[in-house]
């Protein structure tokens, strides 16, 4: 594990040109020590996301505060990433129902998704890549409910994984 983690972190540093290059190798990071977490691609969230006839997950972003005002995922909601698991599920009495949790690249997201599960939650998944590889793909992003096209970078090393025009300031 220790291992992996410092390949990913030598991609994030070294691969400056290669964003998707650079989350591939964090995706395989963050499934290896979050085996059990279920990881959800982001296409499977954007066809789910248009499917009538399917229940909606809530999305939870747990990044921080600051990360989430300035983009998150459409109808998102914000949740403290050191949330206790009985206190998030007290912020979804109102949606019982299937939950994805995302951060900027997916480890605090899975780290929190494997909590929800130890408590008790079955219908909790992980987007894969987070809101990194969603923006990558220039899927939707909303600030205060309108469009933006900027994600915060969690800091200047991260922000090499997102792509130049939709990496945000610090």
């Given at each position: 594990?220790?291992?992996m983690?410092?390949?990913?972190?030598?991609?994030?540093v070294?691969?400056?040109d290669?964003?998707?290059?650079?989350?591939?190798?964090?995706?395989?990071?963050?499934?290896?020590?979050?085996?059990?977490?279920?990881?959800?691609?982001?296409?499977?969230?954007?066809?789910?996301?248009?499917?009538?006839?399917?229940?909606?997950?809530?999305?939870?972003?747990?990044?921080?505060?600051?990360?989430f005002?300035l983009?998150?995922?459409?109808?998102?909601?914000?949740?403290?990433?050191?949330?206790?698991?009985?206190?998030?599920?007290?912020?979804?009495?109102?949606?019982?129902?299937?939950?994805?949790?995302?951060?900027?690249?997916?480890?605090?997201?899975?780290?929190?998704?494997?909590?929800?599960?130890?408590?008790?939650?079955?219908?909790?998944?992980n987007?894969?890549?987070?809101?990194?590889?969603?923006a990558?793909?220039?899927?939707?992003?909303?600030s205060?409910?309108?469009?933006?096209?900027?994600?915060?970078?969690?800091?200047?090393?991260?922000?090499?994984l997102?792509?130049?025009?939709?990496?945000?300031?610090?």
């Open positions: 594990m220790v291992l983690l410092l390949r990913a972190l030598w991609s994030v070294h691969g400056a290669a964003p998707t290059e650079g989350l591939d190798q964090w995706k395989a990071t963050v499934r290896a020590k979050f085996p059990r977490v279920p990881q959800l691609s982001t296409t499977q969230l954007a066809t789910w996301l248009v499917e009538t006839n399917r229940v909606q997950p809530v999305l939870l972003d747990v990044r921080t505060r600051k990360e005002e983009s998150h995922l459409p109808g998102a909601r914000w949740t403290d990433p050191d949330s206790k698991p009985k206190a998030i599920e007290k912020s979804l009495a109102d949606h019982p129902g299937p939950v994805v949790v995302y951060c900027s690249v997916g480890w605090r997201s899975s780290a929190l998704a494997q909590r929800l599960m130890e408590a008790g939650r079955t219908n909790v998944s987007l894969e890549g987070s809101i990194f590889a969603w990558n793909e220039h899927r939707p992003l909303e205060a409910g309108k469009p933006t096209d900027k994600v915060h970078p969690y800091n200047r090393t991260f922000g090499r997102l792509t130049p025009e939709r990496r945000g300031e610090p």
